[in-house]
């Protein structure tokens, strides 16, 4: 039976931290805390595809960037779509 990539991938890691602890005994395990943001307080936003495009470009852009885009951004954008 063929191993699949998820499964090589923690022996791969394995091997690579152990290589690092040999090379380096000093060297800690740093175990990150990642706090997820709370699905109930995520708000979903309705796209109106009547609305200027360059609404809907802002709207994206504050979507995935969590800040309004500046003069230069939308003037970029504006001349893109002209």
Do not use: S, W
């Amino acid at each position: 039976m063929p191993m699949l990539i998820g499964q090589v991938l923690p022996v791969l890691k394995n091997q690579i931290q152990k290589q690092l602890h040999d090379t380096h005994p000093g060297i800690t395990a740093i175990i990150p805390e990642v706090t997820l943001p709370d699905l109930e307080t995520t708000k979903t936003r309705q796209i109106d595809p009547g609305q200027p495009i360059e609404e809907l470009f802002a709207a994206y852009f504050q979507q995935r960037y969590k800040q309004t885009p500046n003069a230069e951004i939308l003037d970029l954008f504006k001349e893109l779509m002209a």
